[in-house]
């Protein structure tokens, strides 16, 4: 047994570390190439694309829906594009999951870099987020931008790189936009930053901080 389980270590360390990375990108490419029809939530949400124009897409939508206008303006923009199939309402949520991959694995590299294989390899098989990331709605923008987020708070309170609070307000503007959960990351990583800048008397920027939140 204990032979067998060395085997599979050796075996495991030897493959590069980018494989991991392509593998959540892969099972979600398939997931998005099988182009499974529309559930009730996303024909709803299709409904609403296909009958408002870009003026009634930024009141109450219809069937009870609700999306950021930056996620509807998008949709709106590419079914003017591609049409209306299940590839194109698709598109950008498919997107922001492929490109909430690479984030990922470049917070993991942050983070804990030997969990990379762990952590990739679930993303990978989670049923959960290769149907959301597949799926017409915003939940692979909300993973994204929360990502996109992390990574940068991460640069300013880890690394102590406070350059990087002008970007923490540029995405976090940007963010609202898209996705409606980001709102919650951003005042989470934000009084985490004005925290730890006020904790190390770093007074300058906890009023660039606060500005920024």
């Excluded at 030897?14 to 959540?24: H, Q, Y």
């Excluded at 923008?141 to 970007?167: E, F, G, P």
């Excluded at 985490?192 to 190390?200: G, P």
């Amino acid at each position: 047994m204990n032979v067998y389980v060395n085997q599979m270590l050796t075996i495991w360390k030897k493959i590069p570390v980018w494989v991991w990375l392509l593998l959540p990108i892969l099972t979600k490419t398939i997931v998005y190439a099988t182009n499974r029809i529309l559930h009730a939530d996303e024909a709803a949400l299709a409904l609403n694309i296909m009958a408002l124009d870009w003026r009634q897409l930024t009141g109450v939508l219809d069937f009870e829906q609700a999306a950021p206008l930056g996620f509807l303006y998008v949709t709106e923009l590419i079914t003017l594009l591609f049409g209306t199939s299940e590839y194109a309402l698709r598109l950008f949520p498919f997107l922001c999951g492929i490109a909430a991959c690479v984030l990922l694995y470049k917070l993991c590299g942050y983070l804990l870099p030997k969990a990379i294989p762990i952590v990739m390899l679930w993303f990978a098989v989670n049923n959960f987020f290769n149907r959301y990331s597949t799926e017409f709605k915003q939940y692979s923008v909300d993973l994204m931008c929360a990502i996109l987020l992390m990574i940068v708070t991460y640069k300013i309170i880890i690394q102590k790189q406070y350059r990087w609070l002008s970007w923490w307000t540029l995405i976090g503007i940007v963010a609202v936009w898209f996705s409606h959960a980001s709102v919650i990351v951003i005042a989470g990583t934000g009084i985490s930053i004005v925290i730890i800048a006020a904790y190390e008397k770093a007074w300058r920027h906890v009023l660039i901080s606060i500005f920024a939140c």
